[in-house]
Nanobody, 123 residues
Framework: QVRLVESGGGLVQSGGSLRLSCSTS?????????MAWYRQAPGKERELVAS???????YTGDSMKGRFFPSRAGGENTAYLQMNNLKPEDTAMYFC????????????????WGEGTQVTVYS
């Protein structure tokens, strides 16, 4: 089992910045296929915030474009989410998801989830 640990959440004023991190200490996992960030606010469905593949391809949700920037340190299996110009609507629990590559035709990809880190933005 791969355990992911997120950190970097907290209380921040509107317009401020935070950097989230997600990592695993499992040395057997050399490189995740994809590392992604999701968030879920009270009363809302969980949504994809951003993702980054091991080759560096990046996706960012529409409301986060220009403000949120995912990155990773592949050798350490660590993902980051730089969040700038935070807004109250960004308040949510943020989760890291990492995907281990399977073998086509033999083994399926495997997803691993962190426990989440809370981000709260006040006006």
């Amino acid at each position: 089992q791969v355990r992911l640990v997120e950190s970097g959440g907290g209380l921040v004023q509107s317009g401020g910045s935070l950097r989230l991190s997600c990592s695993t200490s499992d040395r057997r996992e050399s490189s995740f296929k994809v590392m992604a960030w999701y968030r879920q606010a009270p009363g809302k469905e969980r949504e994809l915030v951003a993702s980054i593949t091991r080759s560096g391809d990046i996706y960012t949700g529409d409301s986060m474009k220009g403000r949120f920037f995912p990155s990773r340190a592949g050798g350490e299996n660590t993902a980051y989410l730089q969040m700038n110009n935070l807004k109250p609507e960004d308040t949510a629990m943020y989760f890291c998801k990492a995907t281990s590559a399977g073998v086509p035709g033999f083994y399926a990809d495997r997803d691993w989830w962190g426990e989440g880190t809370q981000v709260t933005v006040y006006s």
